[in-house]
């Protein structure tokens, strides 16, 4: 079974300023892909950023990137220069691989970001 | 770009009658996904479909069914509602042919059951 923790239901960050949310996962599996998902008030899902387990190198996509710590299993996601926009509900997800058409995702329970003016 | 579309986006049921979510994807992708999100939960796998003509059951399938209608169409039903499954509904789709690829989701479906 794949589990997915973000233990910070609620986060908030001032305009330009950096900030991080905390997700950790427990898996059996060797290979495995991990995501980061953001909700806005629109309730649209939409992709920020992926990391394979089996990279080393943290994924960056603009002013998102994540830590990924394996050995910790651990995977957060840092904002660099938070803007007005960035304001959702980020979820952080699992996708095991064991071969075979098994894509599916495990989700944490979310972290509430706000960004001040 | 369509993507992934969901109908309808909102549906009000009474107690016992019965519904169906459609869920269209117009990406040609294999897998196809149904969640639930419900507050403090975070987003739970009902069902899922790997490929065309296969249907498998997710975390939370119970009180609810689902047909692969085709490669595009998966669809959700809920044969007699409950109060318990009022929630909002999310399919998903992706494409399996390389596993690091991610789900995209629809716009999602608001249903409460009174």
């Known amino acids: 079974a794949q589990t997915v923790t973000q233990s910070q239901p609620e986060m908030s960050v001032q305009e330009a300023e950096t900030v991080t949310l905390s997700c950790t996962y427990d898996?059996?599996?060797?290979?495995?892909?991990l995501f980061w998902y953001k909700q806005p008030p629109s309730r649209q899902m939409i992709l920020v950023i992926r990391?394979?387990?089996?990279?080393?190198q943290n994924a960056t996509e603009n002013r998102f990137s994540v830590n990924f710590q394996k050995a910790a299993k651990s995977f957060s996601l840092k904002i660099s220069d938070s803007q007005l926009g960035d304001a959702a509900m980020y979820f952080c997800?699992?996708?095991?691989?064991?071969?075979?058409?098994?894509?599916?995702?495990?989700f944490g329970k979310g972290t509430l970001l706000t960004v001040n003016p | 770009n369509a993507g992934v579309t969901q109908t309808p986006k909102f549906q009000v049921l009474k107690t016992g009658q019965s519904m169906t979510l459609q869920c269209a994807q117009d990406?040609?992708?294999?897998?196809m996904y149904w969640y639930r999100q419900d507050p403090g939960m975070g987003l739970r796998l009902i069902y899922y479909?790997?490929?065309?003509?296969?249907?498998d059951k997710g975390e939370v399938p119970n009180g609810y069914n689902v047909s692969r209608l085709n490669k595009r169409e998966f669809s959700l039903r809920l044969e007699s509602a409950a109060p318990s499954q009022t929630s909002v509904y999310f399919c998903?789709?992706?494409?399996?042919?390389?596993?690091?690829?991610?789900?995209?989701f629809g716009d999602g479906t608001r249903l409460s059951i009174l």
């Open positions: 998903a789709s992706s494409d399996n042919r390389g596993s690091n690829q991610p789900q995209h």
């Open positions: 898996t059996s599996e060797s290979d495995y892909y």
């Open positions: 997800a699992l996708r095991g691989y064991s071969g075979g058409s098994n894509y599916k995702l495990t």
């Open positions: 479909s790997a490929s065309e003509g296969t249907t």
């Open positions: 990391q394979e387990a089996y990279k080393q």
């Open positions: 990406m040609n992708h294999n897998s």
